[in-house]
């Protein structure tokens, strides 16, 4: 009796059209890159248009984030198991009709909830160019890929604060800031037709469940621990505010006791429980929080008062805040490199220099004797500080996953993007808070009042970064 082996199974061929697909997915993409920070420029024209109040400016922010940050864990489970391509051209048309619902918006509420309607969509969206990236691309190609996702990622973030200022100066068609919105339309209409037409389908055979129920009391809870933050100061901080916030933590810590006592079964954990039982990555996750407070706090409150007090149009906010893309953009080529020899003294050193660049703003701001500060003493801080985010933020994932099993490494990823978008959120809730809360003795007292705690809040950063594993993860596969 003879035995004939079958010869093994050949890999499947690579799709055709795949770098036409991730072109297209990567021109979506870019519409929630640039909204993360096109609005910020454009926020007190807003105010002074729909006669917003300090809450609704902060909502403007916080509303998107939050949209992003509830929806995006369970919107890649959902991509996983039904398949991509349905829910990248469901998210990018929804993006679409709510630009379009902000960009005619007429009052505060209708803004507000069309920039959360905004976010959702955006959560809907992203993951799936992620997962379609990681299905359609192998060996060194798939690292081109996401290489270019990095390069648009850093594109966006840095241009973003100047086009929304570009777009609300030009005011086209006498649109004015509505133009921030309304841009996103044309793009989603082409990007859709696109991907109907290049897109493929994927969508993993293993995946599980999605765990509904867990995803509807996150999103609850986010929303409760930010809304009294926002509203509290402009009521008098009333009980019912503290209850609120007091649920939302507890829900939230709940709902990681459950997700930790889950048997394996045919749900998705939502919540990575047993990556959370490692300090490094519970660290990680507080320095990406903390680092995204920061960020936007500072952004929301440091525009406000480039306009309100200053005297600076939208386009030349925009592009004094150039000088913080610069040098992130200086640092991000040589950070990761740098992670792998000196692992997480390199984030020490960005979470330092951030800082340090934001304590020079500060104490520029207050030390000047001028009516106005002017933009030449700000300019040294706003570089410091950018060259700190690119040695922060570039290496964080990649050193704080290399104490996270690989098996849970793509849902311990979910957890930092959603604490990003988190933080964001809080940012905007705690510092615009602060900021507002003396503004009535004037917005340069305001924002020097701010200040210490977005400096501080990055040295907090630096102290967390240095119990972060020593090595980065290339570190161990060299």
């Given at each position: 009796m003879s035995t004939t082996l079958a010869p093994p199974a050949a890999a499947a061929p690579p799709h055709p059209?795949?770098?036409?697909?991730?072109?297209v997915m990567m021109i979506a993409a870019l519409m929630d890159l640039l909204d993360v920070t096109i609005v910020n420029v454009a926020i007190p024209s807003i105010g002074r248009d729909l006669h917003a109040s300090e809450g609704a400016l902060q909502w403007l922010?916080?509303?998107?984030?939050?949209?992003?940050?509830?929806?995006l864990i369970i919107s890649g489970h959902l991509g996983d198991r039904y398949g991509r391509k349905v829910l990248f051209l469901a998210g990018t048309a929804g993006f679409g009709l709510a630009s379009l619902a902000c960009g005619i918006a007429q009052s505060p509420g209708q803004l507000v909830t069309a920039r959360a309607v905004q976010g959702v969509m955006a959560a809907l969206l992203m993951p799936q160019v992620i997962g379609s990236f990681r299905t359609l691309f192998q060996g060194k190609e798939r690292g081109a890929a996401f290489g270019m996702y990095g390069a648009v990622a850093g594109f966006a973030s840095a241009v973003g604060l100047l086009l929304g200022g570009v777009l609300?100066?030009?005011?086209?068609?006498?649109?004015?800031?509505?133009?921030?919105?309304?841009?996103?339309?044309?793009?989603?209409?082409?990007t859709f037709i696109a991907g109907l037409i290049l897109v493929p389908s994927t969508k993993e055979r293993s995946a599980g469940r999605p765990d509904v129920l867990g995803s509807l009391v996150l999103a609850g809870s986010l929303v409760a621990i930010v809304l009294p933050l926002v509203q509290g100061q402009s009521n008098g901080w009333p009980l019912w505010g503290w209850v609120c916030l007091a649920a939302g933590v507890l829900a939230l810590v709940g709902l990681g006791v459950v997700e930790g006592r889950k048997r394996s079964g045919a749900t998705v954990p939502l919540l990575p429980a047993r990556a959370f039982k490692l300090p490094a990555f519970s660290l990680g996750v507080l320095v990406q929080l903390?680092?995204?407070?920061?960020?936007?706090?500072?952004?929301?409150?440091?525009?406000?008062?480039?306009?309100?007090?200053?005297?600076?149009?939208?386009?030349?906010?925009?592009?004094?805040?150039?000088a913080f893309s610069v040098g992130g953009f200086l640092t991000a080529p040589v950070a990761d490199p740098l992670a792998v020899k000196f692992g997480r003294l390199v984030l020490v050193a960005g979470?330092?220099?951030?800082?340090?660049?934001?304590?020079?703003?500060?104490?520029?701001?207050?030390?000047?004797?001028?009516?106005h500060t002017g933009a030449w003493p700000l300019v040294p801080g706003l570089l410091v500080a950018g060259a700190g985010l690119g040695f922060l933020v570039v290496p964080l994932v990649n050193v704080v996953l290399s104490a996270v099993p690989g098996d849970i490494a793509g849902g311990a990823s979910g957890i930092f993007s959603t604490a990003q978008q988190f933080g964001g959120a809080l940012g905007a809730a705690i510092i615009g808070t602060i900021f507002f809360g003396h503004a009535s003795d004037g917005l340069t007292h305001a924002l020097t009042t701010a200040m210490p705690?977005?400096?501080?809040?990055?040295?907090?950063?630096?102290?967390?970064c240095l119990a972060?594993?020593?090595k980065a993860i290339a570190a161990y596969e060299e």
């Open positions: 059209r795949r770098w036409a697909a991730a072109v922010v916080s509303a998107y984030l939050l949209g992003f940050g509830a929806t609300t100066d030009a005011d086209l068609f006498g649109w004015g800031w509505r133009s921030v919105f309304l841009v996103n339309v044309p793009v989603a209409i082409a903390l680092f995204s407070v920061g960020m936007q706090g500072f952004f929301l409150v440091f525009t406000i008062w480039l306009q309100g007090s200053e005297g600076y149009t939208p386009m030349q906010a925009g592009v004094l805040t150039v979470s330092l220099l951030m800082a340090g660049g934001f304590a020079w703003v500060w104490q520029a701001v207050a030390a000047s004797t001028e009516a705690w977005v400096a501080a809040g990055f040295g907090l950063c630096a102290v967390l972060l594993p020593k």
